[in-house]
C-alpha cells in the first residue's frame, strides 16, 4: 500500500497533466480537421478543449508548487543565509496556503449553487459542476502540496540541510 501511495504522490499530477493535455491536443487536432476539410465543426470539441485546458492549468498549478517551479524573482535568495532562506519559502508557503483556503471557500460556493441549480454545459449538456470542480480540486492540491512542501522545509530546517529550492530555469 506505501508503494502505490508513494507512486501516487510522485506522479499524479504528472499523469492527470498527461491525460489533459492529450485530451486537449486530440480533441484540438480532430475539430481543426473537421473544419478545414469537411467544413463542419461541433460546440462540443470547443467546451472540452477549454475545460481540459481549466484542469490543466489548476493541476499545473499544485504540480509547480510541489516541485518549486512557480515563476520567482529570487535574486535575493542568493545573498541570505540558508536560514532566513528557509523562513521567507516558509513564509511564502503559509501566504499561499491562506490564499488556497480562500480560494477553495469561494469557488465551492459557485460550484454548490451550479449543483443546487442543474446547470449543464451549452454543447455537451452535462453538469457544468464537473467543470467547476476544477477550481477547489485544484486548489485542494495546492493546499495539500504546501502542507507537503511546508513539512519538508520545517525538517530541513531542524535537521539542518539547506532548503529545497526546486529546479532553476538559468543557471
Known amino acids: 500500500m506505501s508503494k502505490i501511495l508513494t507512486s501516487l504522490d510522485k506522479n499524479a499530477e504528472k499523469w492527470a ?15 481543426v480537421v473537421r473544419r478545414e476539410v469537411f467544413a463542419y465543426s461541433s460546440i462540443w470539441g470547443e467546451e472540452i478543449v477549454r475545460y481540459s485546458f481549466i484542469y490543466l492549468a489548476w493541476i499545473g498549478a499544485a504540480a509547480a508548487v510541489k516541485e518549486r517551479a ?13 536560514r532566513v532562506k528557509a523562513f521567507l519559502y ?5 501566504v499561499m496556503f491562506a490564499v488556497a483556503i480562500v480560494a477553495i471557500i469561494y469557488s465551492y460556493e459557485t460550484v ?6 442543474g ?3 451549452h454543447g455537451l449538456r452535462i453538469s457544468q459542476v464537473w467543470f467547476l470542480s476544477a477550481v477547489p480540486i485544484g486548489f485542494s492540491l495546492v493546499a495539500f502540496r504546501l502542507i507537503q512542501s511546508f513539512l519538508r ?3 530541513n530546517l ?8 526546486g529546479d532553476k530555469l538559468f543557471d
Do not use: C, Q, W
Open 17 to 31: 497533466l498527461l491525460v489533459f493535455y492529450v485530451m486537449l491536443v486530440g480533441t484540438m487536432f480532430i475539430e
Open 70 to 82: 512557480h515563476i520567482r524573482i529570487d535574486v535575493i535568495m542568493n545573498y541570505i543565509g540558508p
Open 90 to 94: 516558509i513564509l511564502g508557503d503559509l
Open 112 to 117: 454548490h449553487i451550479s449543483a443546487k441549480f
Open 119 to 121: 446547470s449543464v454545459t
Open 153 to 155: 522545509d520545517i525538517r
Open 158 to 165: 531542524l535537521n539542518g540541510a539547506p532548503v529545497y529550492e
